[in-house]
């Protein structure tokens, strides 16, 4: 099944790789361009340290709207009423402030439970895989959102496992690749950099994917119970 998601996940994203870019290729240019200036003026060692430091404080308060931006778009497109760039946009940033928590919250839990062996942060963040989700389309606080994702992902976890590894795996060894052959200086570089990051909504919506198949089957579980009943 987690290769009939990948699929499915791989080609949403082609079908709407126009809009999807229009989405989220601002931010990312922005945020590359950002990290250029800075870390390209950091003469120092320390210098560098807090620009870094800058460049990752600045992505993780702009990821939230263009990830939100892309979950509204996604809801939209199974809706049938499919968003047009800027209202996705728009909804992301209304969602902003408790999807930033949701993310810090996560990525706090992930951090521990990496800090333990590794194995316990793996399986924290795939248990939480559909906070995200949670808070954007159910409108839950952070807490309620991290809560309801470990419940929904019981039984889910290996193909989410699966599905992600494969995705951040592949991404992380084509940024490996682009890194080694064009440098992180070169402009060739720094686009096919910034077309890899672009490729991280896979992982969006491949998670988005399993997630609406746990909300089919739930939704269903009532019609079934009530046939069985019927039958007996």
């Not at 333990?116 to 942060?121: D, E």
């Not at 599905?163 to 064009?182: A, E, H, Q």
């Not at 939704?219 to 009943?229: G, K, N, V």
Request: with cysteine; net charge negative; charged share 15%.
């Amino acid at each position: 099944m987690t290769f009939e998601y990948l699929r499915q996940s791989l080609f949403f994203f082609r079908q709407h790789l126009t809009t999807l870019a229009m989405i989220q290729i601002p931010f990312l240019l922005a945020l590359a361009v950002l990290r250029m200036a800075l870390t390209g003026r950091a003469d120092a060692e320390n210098d560098l340290a807090h620009s870094s430091l800058l460049v990752m404080i600045l992505e993780m308060l702009v990821l939230p709207v263009y990830w939100g931006a892309t979950i509204f778009y996604l809801q939209s497109v199974i809706d049938n009423r499919t968003l047009k760039p800027i209202s996705a946009i728009q909804l992301g940033i209304g969602s902003w402030g408790r999807l930033l928590l949701t993310y810090i919250l996560n990525a706090i839990a992930v951090a521990i439970g990496l800090m333990l062996m590794i194995i316990p942060g793996v399986y924290v963040g795939i248990r939480f895989a559909f906070a995200d989700y949670v808070c954007v389309l159910e409108k839950q606080g952070p807490g309620k959102a991290l809560k309801r994702s470990w419940e929904q992902t019981d039984g889910y976890f290996w193909v989410l496992l699966q599905g992600l590894v494969i995705l951040f795996g592949s991404l992380f060894m084509l940024s490996i690749l682009v890194n080694n052959l064009f440098g992180t200086t070169s402009l060739i570089g720094i686009l096919l950099s910034l077309g890899i990051e672009f490729g991280g909504a896979l992982i969006t919506i491949f998670g988005f994917r399993v997630y609406c198949a746990m909300r089919d089957e739930q939704s269903s579980l009532p019609a079934r119970t009530h046939d069985d009943t019927d039958e007996d």
